[in-house]
């Protein structure tokens, strides 16, 4: 994590909350959670698997888990948590997979950046006795797959929990434990109130990141080689979002997509303003924008989720613990 932020993971819990806990999918979030979990001490057990093989003989390799089952039915079995750490556009057919193995009192959840979505993929698959959870930890880095992840991803981080209608107030007491252990802040909130607030903190900000990147790569009067060579820090940190897994991504946006389009709508109507304040010279109007705008950006780091020191690839020095 950025350097500068508060916080440490603390030492480890007396006794785990969890005795299994099944982690399906090895990417940046999921092995994060397994660096975390045998860091604290949050499950007994540790149980892992990938759709790839490539993934879980790396994950072998590393240690990530005291189990990589070579299947997700065989991870879930006995887990009494089930986190799933697969693509939005994945769920259903995973939960599926899952459904019929996963124990009487277990806590399934994700953590997909779209939940209104995932809700509709997994309920139908989630037996009587199994409590649906869906979580979304903000947090996470360009990179990708079994070697990104580190321990204190979601340190001083929000994870927003988006509890169905109904569920066991329990079980998502649990589960609030669970991040807050792993060093997450906690919100609840209903699913499609959480698919519109970060179609605008997140989605449609890496769509405009992708659109920038392609736009600058397409230009046929500058080339290619120069967008490198001369890429100033605005376009740098572009590039740096628009560098972020794209299956992941592609999942979000046709998930997402009524919220995302609603978003862009604003988007595009605010842009045209702005088109307007340059080509009328409307100084004051840029002026009061700007200041408008710069006034986020320090609200972020009042809120601790920001540092104001620069952050051109500043190595995260617990990135493989």
């Known amino acids: 994590m950025p350097d500068g932020l508060a916080g440490e993971l603390g030492a480890p819990l007396q006794e785990p909350l969890f005795e299994r806990i099944a982690i399906i999918g090895l990417g940046?979030?999921?092995s994060s959670l397994a660096h975390v979990c045998r860091r604290k001490g949050l499950a007994r057990v540790i149980v892992a698997s990938?759709?790839?093989?490539?993934?879980?003989?790396?994950?072998?390799?590393?240690?990530l888990a005291d189990i990589v089952a070579d299947s997700a039915e065989?991870?879930?079995a006995g887990a009494d948590l089930v986190i799933l750490c697969v693509p939005v556009g994945a769920m259903g057919t995973v939960g599926a997979a899952i459904g019929p193995h996963l124990r009487s009192g277990a806590i399934l959840s994700d953590v997909g950046s779209v939940k209104s979505a995932v809700i509709a993929a997994l309920a139908p698959h989630v037996q009587k006795g199994v409590h649906l959870v869906p979580a979304h930890p903000v947090a996470g880095t360009e990179q990708s797959g079994p070697d990104a992840g580190f321990a204190t991803l979601f340190l001083d981080r929000w994870c927003i929990l988006t509890p169905p209608e109904g569920?066991?107030?329990?079980?998502?007491a649990k589960l609030t434990d669970f991040w807050k252990a792993a060093g997450a802040n906690v919100e609840i909130m209903g699913p499609a109130h959480h698919d519109l607030v970060l179609a605008i903190t997140s989605h449609v900000p890496h769509l405009i990141a992708y659109n920038i990147v392609g736009t600058a790569a397409d230009l046929e009067a500058v080339t290619q080689s120069e967008v490198i060579k001369f890429s100033a820090?605005?376009?740098?940190?572009?590039?740096?979002?628009a560098a972020s897994d794209p299956t992941m991504w592609r999942d979000v946006f046709l998930n997402n997509k009524e919220a995302v389009l609603e978003m862009l709508g604003r988007f595009s109507e605010d842009l045209t303003a702005l088109q307007r304040m340059i080509r009328n010279a409307d100084g004051q109007g840029l002026f009061d924008l700007f200041t408008r705008t710069r006034a986020i950006r320090r609200s972020i780091i009042a809120?601790?989720?920001?540092t104001p020191a620069p952050d051109f690839g500043r190595p995260h020095p617990d990135a493989k613990t």
């Open 74 to 76: 065989a991870a879930v």
């Open 303 to 306: 809120e601790g989720q920001e």
């Open 233 to 241: 820090g605005g376009f740098r940190d572009f590039t740096r979002i």
């Open 28 to 30: 940046l979030i999921g």
């Open 50 to 63: 990938d759709l790839s093989p490539e993934v879980r003989a790396r994950a072998r390799e590393l240690k």
């Open 167 to 172: 569920s066991d107030p329990d079980a998502v």
